[in-house]
Nanobody, 125 residues
């Protein structure tokens, strides 16, 4: 199983970015997919997670209304659309997959079976 993130970059506060996570080795419909981030000097935290099969999506409170997680079964890729970005959104963003802890696992856990290498998002004030 391999997860490869892309789409990170430098953006001004209020701007937007869309991250992509290309998954190989497993169908995204067979696992729960989540986005996590690690801000400088902080622990990794969950951001958003969902099941492409069931269609439920979960977000941590700090990104609700600004971030949207989605997936493409045809491309076996998961996306994280980020709008109205804030400096506190700065960090390395990782996608992850697991199928044991439940769909909303990103809201209470930062563990997973499979991780990508991460993509860096920097939001300037």
């Amino acid at each position: 199983v391999q997860l490869v993130e892309s789409g990170g970059g430098l953006v001004h506060a209020g701007g937007s970015l869309t991250l992509a996570c290309a998954v190989t080795g497993i169908d995204i419909g067979d696992v729960y997919i989540g986005w996590f981030r690690r801000a400088p000097g902080q622990d990794r935290e969950g951001v958003a997670c969902f099941s492409s099969t069931i269609g439920r999506k979960y977000y941590v409170r700090s990104v609700q209304g600004r971030f949207t997680i989605s997936g493409s079964s045809a491309k076996n890729t998961v996306y994280l659309e980020m709008n109205d970005l804030k400096p506190e959104d700065t960090g390395v963003y990782y996608c992850a997959a697991q199928n044991v802890l439940g769909i909303n696992w990103c809201t209470w856990s930062n563990t997973a079976d499979h991780w990508g290498q991460g993509t860096t998002v920097t939001v300037s004030a």
